[in-house]
């Protein structure tokens, strides 16, 4: 292999990161509007920033505990790799973070002048995410990768470090942002009968930081360890099946998939006419159309080139339909037909609601299920183990574009936000709410999307664990099998409930506050005085990050006492345990959620009622019921299948090593 | 082995058969109370009957076209079995369900003389019950044996018919007793604004006849199934391990369970005394002990009889003591303290309560599945598969009790609604409701051990499947295997959402229909007309029957097509995919429900604000959504998981011999 080969992740994610400075002067040469905004969306800022870091102050205690053990017990190239990993997410989670914030006023801004300006800005914002998650990603990987020529253990402990950010963000993130929202919700829009997103209410900064750190930095964590997780997980395997090449091979398609991402991000910028009748989301979707037709070409050639034949491709290919398959049932259980349906159900009340909402979110499992089989079985026929690598490859390649689309839609929604609480014409806000209508369906699509690339890469995972453990069979005939598949099934019930449980307890408390300040400050409810935002912030802040520890040790420490209750064998039938089971359970909730979410949305438009009927009140406890489910524990259960896959991939060969 | 032991199953079945004959008598030589209660009781009796031989006309056309097929594809005395077991579950499910619909109306007679007299009513017609299903399911099995001289093949065809109605029974059941639960409650109680259980509402028959054919028939079919299903799972893996004395030992512990059963009803009978001031929950639970007791010496003994050593006993017990603390895991989570805590979130409105039920029915799911976890490798270590298999049939060998005072719990309710109707002393409904408070916690009872013993069974038929299809690895490392886990973990949900589906739209004609007759039926909201009750039951029925066939064509072809698509070793990986996600799916349903409804009931006891307050409001709806969870969802999921597995057994060896 040529050292251009060994080389390609180095040198795509530098300049993935050389177009995403790019971007991010492109958003801050904006205006970020009047003195109010700015204060607003400082707030925002501040709060944002704050939470992040004291996440990160535990998140590193333990990073830096850890570290240590995998270079006392393994090797100290393994543990700055594990350490290496977990700094670029952060570092990714950080800056995407920080720019979305700031793209959030400045598209406030641009939509006084038109729906195609703040469109712009805010699909930049999203970008800038997407861009610095998978160039980071790469890069750092690329790195790896090339100095310690292809070293699978140490690139593990990359892997490692980046699910270790993954579990932190998401889980900390979704109670942060859910306690904040219900919070918000319960008491202003239910108690004091003020709309969304009022100045007035003590909790509303708290939400939309919550949407940042949850739906952006979260959701960026989340495909960051997904994306380093497959290109690990096909670059182990490729090397069984076709050593050096084989190794290479998923950098130079992940390489290829950044630079098609920059031409779909430039195609949107280059296609968005300066008009106000443009269809977002036509522009949003063709950006992304563009960007996987080119990854297509790069892949047949290299596929042909490199592994002399067009089978990697077919297998590459097949990830990648399957990834907009997902997308697309999710969009259809989220915002079509079905959604409409069960918003009639709403008339007959909130049980009627609660109950077919939950038969849609269960039903809504076929389907994805179904698309990820025929990828695995395909995939594997054609390529054996690497093939279900390569599609989960193929899945996340473009992730540049996909992020940023994805997270495109808390910064619409947080421009909107700001235009409620700044106070401008109420034409900015139906520009933003058209923007951010568009941003619930990128964002459903989104977390389906999510689900699907866990799923495909936590089976590339667990493939690797096979082999790095040395497991050659893994018989469910055994009762040891059995029993931890049984086990692994029930670990993403019991973390659902321990983050439900989170939500429920932090959003009480922010309740309390909120209730106090509206009775305690005077003049707040006529306008006269400012709420406590800060202390509304702090409160989620503090309950996420004591709430995250417990779920967070569930997902670590269970595969070590399989292995030491059960042995080696049976950690491979837990993983798959939970793999089978939680991917169900995240599909049902995310779904449930999101189509609770429309429900509600779509009475609000005026339908079956409309808002203050009593179906618009069943829609809203739907809608609070949905929330922990689609944006806290839904998304959190594609991290504990991951996380425990590469937990052991790391860990138990170690324990091997000292107790076999 | 002597003829006195293969001749066991059918000497102890007469045996308990005699002794149901005897109990019988019992019940109905009691006074049923004035025209107006038997008036009811008919009527109730009416619509039962109607609805149960409905059923058993569509369940006896399937059954015999799927006889003819067995006939003609592998052999007649296996479609004769299958016919034979399938009717003996028929005529369980019916004369068991037919006392319990004469015991109500003698129970609530018995109530205005003394709460004793009214509990042995009650009991004893629950004691029909368990004992004509564990008589006449051990009798048929039994007699299967004998006459095949213990042909495994011919066996599982009886285990089969078992199995088919248990599916028809919990599905089309739970389907008929929720909608009718659901539709007299959103009228009745929300918009009427009468009680419970009031005469006037025209779905109030319907609600009754509900809890007859789901709560009994239904639980007692599934039961049924499970008895059957691990005995003779027990005797094909005993056959292989000890040949004809494995095989007949299985027999003898489930006669003396039969034996220690009745021993246990005596008991309750003898040590009930004629006052006001019993405990009923101590008298039913201590005949359950009594009767455990005396079944762990004799197992002891033929243990180290039959089979040399005491390792059967030891697995057996522990099968024994596992299904005991399941129940017990089971009542503390739906009856005890967390319930507390779950009535408390309702004060901040319904959705804190439904996402805090949802976490504790996840979080439920935890130690039932270790203590199954450790009773599967306990047992497998000491004796292998027959181990797991032995285990089972030892939590199911005193079903006769176990299933009379899960029983009795319905019969308690119906005889309060009936005391309700026919205007009783308001001290008659102080005592029932004793009796039903009572009935509630061995309710939810009864279904964790269903789903405890379910889940044994459904290892052990797990194991048999591998051991008749000829399968020697079952290895998730092998592509079609793991897809065939996702697919058939995907399977609960799928199943479940349809079940709930079906509960909506048969609870929403039932809603149109009880608010039609509000309308139009002039003076009957001054109880000077009836209701027309039999439209309710009709529309209950209808549904029911309509609804069932999707889910349960859903169980029986799955391993079939699975079988032609990926082949038998994958049909393995999709029995294990469906009993670990249906497990987790079956307790976090029922579990939630049955604290939601507790939690309600709670309220009602003056806590948080009691009846008419917002709390109790937020419960309501936790207690309606909870219902198609716990009655009709989770219930069935135990019968998809061993259906399922008993399909695979008989079919796949038939396909295996046609197509490989």
Known sequence: ????????????????????????????????????????????????????????KILYIIVIAFSLFLGFSNSWEMAVAFIFGATLSVLSGFFGMNIATKA?????????????????????????????????GLFGLGVVFFLTNGNTVVMSGYAMGASFVALFARVGGGIFTKAADVGADLVGKTEANIPEDDPRNPATIADNVGDNVGDVAGMGADLYESYVGSIYSA??????????????????????????????????????KENDSIDPSKMLHGGTYIANIMELIAVFILSKVILGSYKAAIVITLGMVVGIL?????????????????????????????????????????????????????????????????AAVGMLATLGITLAIDAYGPIADNAGGIAEMAGLDPEVRKRTDKLDSVGNTTAAIGKGFAIGSATLTALALFSTYIQVANVSIVDLNDSNVFVGALIGAMLPFLFSSLAMKAVG?????????????????PGLMDGKAEPDYAKCVEIATKGALKKMTLPSLLAVL???????????????????????????????????????????????????????????????????????FKDTAGPAINILIKLMSIVSIVIIPILIKFFE
């Open 1 to 56: 292999m040529g050292a251009i080969f060994q080389l390609a992740g180095i040198i795509a994610g530098a300049l993935g990161i050389i177009f995403t400075v790019f971007l991010t002067f492109r958003v801050l040469e904006r205006d970020p509007g009047n003195e109010k905004m700015k204060k607003i969306s400082e707030a925002i800022q501040i709060g944002a920033k704050a939470f992040l870091i004291s996440e990160y």
């Open 104 to 136: 959030n006023t400045r598209t406030a801004q641009s939509a006084t002048k038109s729906l195609s300006k703040a469109l712009k800005v805010a699909f930049n914002g999203g970008a800038v995410m997407g861009m610095t998650v998978a160039s980071l």
């Open 235 to 272: 670059s182990a395997l490729g090397a069984l099946t076709f050593s050096a090449k084989g190794a290479v091979f998923p950098f130079l398609i992940a390489s290829f998939g950044i630079i098609s991402a920059i031409i779909g991000i430039l195609f949107v910028n280059l296609k968005v």
């Open 326 to 390: 997902i997308g697309g049932i999710t969009e259809y259980y989220t915002a079509k037909k079905p959604v409409i349906k069960l918003a009639k159900t709403a008339t007959s009340g909130s049980a009627p609601l609660l109950i077919n909402g939950m038969a849609l979110g269960m039903e809504s499992t076929a389907i994805p299920v179904i698309l990820i089989s025929i990828a695995t079985i395909v995939s594997f026929n054609i390529l054996g183990l690497f093939g279900i690598a390569l």
């Open 505 to 521: 307890d932090s959003a009480n408390i922010m309740v309390i506050e909120v209730r106090r300040q509206f009775k305690e400050i």
């Open 558 to 628: 269970s595969p070590v006492i399989i292995y030491f209750l059960l042995g080696k064998v049976a950690v491979a039938g837990t993983l798959a345990g939970t793999t089978v089971a939680g991917v169900m359970l995240a599909i049902f909730m995310s779904n449930a959620g999101g189509a609770w979410d429309n429900a509600k949305k779509y009475i609000e438009t005026g339908e079956f009622g409309g808002k203050g009927s009593m179906s618009h009140k069943a829609s809203v406890i739907g809608d609070t019921v949905g929330d922990p």
